[in-house]
């Protein structure tokens, strides 16, 4: 019998929920840039989710899910009371969180979830921290509430102007460049996007590190579904990542890549 309860799940859109799931070894375990990997049903899909949230009172982990397949329909359809097959983790390299300064955090879409703890941890450090949250519409804006909790700052960028400010995350991270001295991006959503965020800071020479989960699929390094060129050398995400030094990362190869799937 599966031990991995659905304890709470919260709807942000009509294709992502927030689960919040009973898993105490996990809990205790997991660090920022952690991720799983879920199955449900027997002879269900591997599914790597990153840890966005952990509660060791409760014993349970946040996982947010984005519905784009079959599998990731069941796991969004489940219930509070109903358990998921398996979960395996925590898995990963965990993030380097240092004290460097004023941190900007910049997360596109359902990239927010594992934005999440690396946040609270450099808030935690001893960081100043200013959180860009980007989505094409505001029904698309997740966890801003929690964000807000361990940032100084959140800036909202809007493809459509539906809320905060009308453009994309770039917009909003030049204005912070421009305005004070940025010692550190993190940058988490879709492809395309951390490459013009990496693009962005190699203009001002500011160290930024990317999480490149998005082309994961077995997440064990088995099957070599994610590996992408970083510095010029093959590395594996589910292994050797999922963050990377953005500005040696191989983005154009990457994205090309991720048509695979389409």
């Known amino acids: 019998m599966s031990t991995y309860k659905i304890i709470e799940k919260e709807h942000f859109s009509e ?46 982990i946040t996982l947010v899910v984005q519905a784009v397949g079959e599998s990731t329909r069941k796991i969004c359809a489940l219930e509070p ?3 998921l097959t398996d979960i395996v983790g925590p898995l990963g390299q965990a993030t ?9 955090c910049c997360g596109g879409g359902v990239g927010v979830a594992p934005l999440l703890p690396i946040v609270k941890a450099m808030k935690e450090a001893g960081n100043r921290v200013v959180s860009i949250l980007a989505a094409r519409t505001s029904e698309l804006i997740i966890l801003e509430k929690e964000v807000a909790e361990y940032s100084d700052e959140v800036i909202i960028m809007t493809d459509d ?12 991270l030049e204005d912070v460049i421009a305005r004070e001295k940025v010692d550190q991006v993190v940058a988490i959503g879709p492809a395309v996007m951390m490459k013009f965020v990496a693009l962005t800071t190699r203009k001002y020479e500011i160290p930024t590190m990317v999480s490149l989960n998005t082309i994961m699929v077995d997440g064990t390094g088995m099957c070599g579904a994610c590996r992408v060129t970083v510095d010029g050398k093959t590395k594996f995400v589910c292994i050797d990542g999922p963050e990377f030094d953005a500005h040696k990362v191989d983005f154009d190869e990457m994205i090309m890549r991720l048509r695979a799937y389409n």
């Open 15 to 60: 294709n992502v929920v927030k689960l919040e799931v009973e898993a105490p070894l996990i809990a205790r375990s997991r660090r920022p840039g952690h991720f799983v990997i879920v199955r449900t049903g027997n002879g269900g899909e591997r599914i790597p989710l990153t840890i966005a949230d952990a509660d060791l009172k409760k014993g349970s």
């Open 96 to 104: 380097h969180i240092e004290k460097v300064g004023t941190v900007v």
């Open 161 to 172: 102007g539906s809320k905060g400010q009308k453009g994309l995350v770039t917009a909003g």
């Open 81 to 83: 009371g109903e358990c």
